[in-house]
């Protein structure tokens, strides 16, 4: 196991609330990534982070905001969820301080939006 | 944006055949990455590549880095049903000294018993 929680595991929220999922690590890796994964998408990046509190956008960033103020977690926030946004969430982590290493995922985090 | 191309998208073996799935790219990478997600999991890293013309297994599962690093190769021998699942290849695009990675859109592999 690569020592990655992410939380909650499941959540059933209504459109316009908003949502923060959790993702933390125990592995003091450099960087960490939020994926969705959606039928026919594959993972798609939504943010990731180089180090605290050094981020990026992905390729699907809108409508999404994450911060990351140590190491060990990661949260990513849907500040008004539409239903669109309905998704299987996955984080990822890779080391990060030897040139370019292999991501390890999370279990991910199975979001319906109603 | 950067897209990965995986083929086929799905396929049916029989158990205890040889399968093959390749993954292409438009642009060179120096890294590639081969993971397989078994359903309401995530993706678990089989293999990693990192030099052009590498090859590499994990017990049954070989992967190639292709000569031109656009493309990279997973083989598995002898099907069993365990090996059904989707599997991904990944590659890495780097950007100001950071790196992130791009996914292919899998290729369903389902074993007939």
């Known amino acids: 196991d690569a020592g990655i929680t992410q939380s909650p595991r499941h959540k059933v929220t209504e459109t316009g609330t908003p949502v923060t999922l959790r993702c933390h690590q125990t592995?003091?890796?450099?960087?960490m990534y939020w994926y969705r994964q959606d039928p026919g998408h594959g993972l798609r990046l939504i943010h990731y982070?180089?180090?605290?509190?050094?981020?990026d956008k992905g390729e699907v960033s809108d409508g999404y905001s994450v911060s990351r103020s140590k190491t060990e977690d990661f949260l990513l926030t849907l500040e008004s969820a539409t239903s669109s946004q309905t998704s299987v969430y996955f984080c990822?982590?890779?080391?990060?301080?030897?040139?370019?290493?292999?991501?390890?995922f999370g279990d991910g985090t199975r979001l319906s939006i109603l | 944006g950067q897209q990965l191309n995986q083929s086929p998208q799905s396929m049916f073996i029989q158990e205890g055949e040889d399968v093959s799935m390749n993954c292409t790219s438009s642009s060179i990478f120096n890294t590639w990455l081969w993971y397989k997600q078994d359903p309401g999991e995530g993706p678990v890293l089989l293999i990693a590549l990192y030099k052009a013309g590498e090859l590499t297994s994990n017990g049954r599962l070989t992967a190639q880095f292709g000569i031109t690093r656009k493309d990279s190769f997973l083989n598995i021998s002898a099907s069993i049903p365990s090996d059904v699942g989707i599997y991904f290849c990944?590659?890495?695009?780097?950007?100001?000294?950071?790196?992130?990675?791009?996914f292919g859109t899998g290729t369903r592999l389902k074993v007939l018993a």
């Open positions: 990822a982590i890779s080391e990060g301080t030897q040139g370019i290493q292999p991501q390890h």
């Open positions: 990944a590659g890495p695009l780097t950007t100001s000294g950071t790196y992130k990675y791009i």
């Open positions: 982070s180089y180090g605290v509190k050094d981020t």
């Open positions: 592995e003091n890796h450099r960087y």
